[in-house]
Nanobody
Framework: QVQLVESGGGLVQAGGSLRLSCAASGSIASINFMGWYRQAPGKQRDLVALIASGGNTHYGESVKARFTISRNNAKDTVYLQMNSLKPEDTAVYYC?????????????WGQGTQVTVSS
């Protein structure tokens, strides 16, 4: 079992920056990927950024060059540095952790944190 707690959301003006944090607890050693997804009202939940246990990263097209995912040395906290924010970045941001592979894969989600970018 993995528990995730997000923090760092809020209201920011366009062009500003925010940093989200996601703290994991429980079976941390079993996590293969951690990352961020976001969901705007009336839209599907989309990938923002992922970081693998080996350190490789992957970003959604709309956030490349603006957002950076990173983690601490203990690999139990993941950060999302968001720069040059746009109104279209407004959404609830969810942290996700993935354990296991294929048929044994399990996904864990945080409760979400609201990010609102004003124009």
């Amino acid at each position: 079992q993995v528990q995730l707690v997000e923090s760092g959301g809020g209201l920011v003006q366009a062009g500003g920056s925010l940093r989200l944090s996601c703290a994991a607890s429980g079976s941390i050693a079993s996590i293969n990927f951690m990352g961020w997804y976001r969901q705007a009202p009336g839209k599907q939940r989309d990938l923002v950024a992922l970081i693998a246990s080996g350190g490789n990263t992957h970003y959604g097209e709309s956030v490349k060059a603006r957002f950076t995912i990173s983690r601490n040395n203990a690999k139990d906290t993941v950060y999302l540095q968001m720069n040059s924010l746009k109104p279209e970045d407004t959404a609830v941001y969810y942290c996700k952790a993935v354990t296991g592979w294929f048929s044994s894969q399990r996904d864990y989600w945080g409760q979400g944190t609201q990010v609102t970018v004003s124009s």
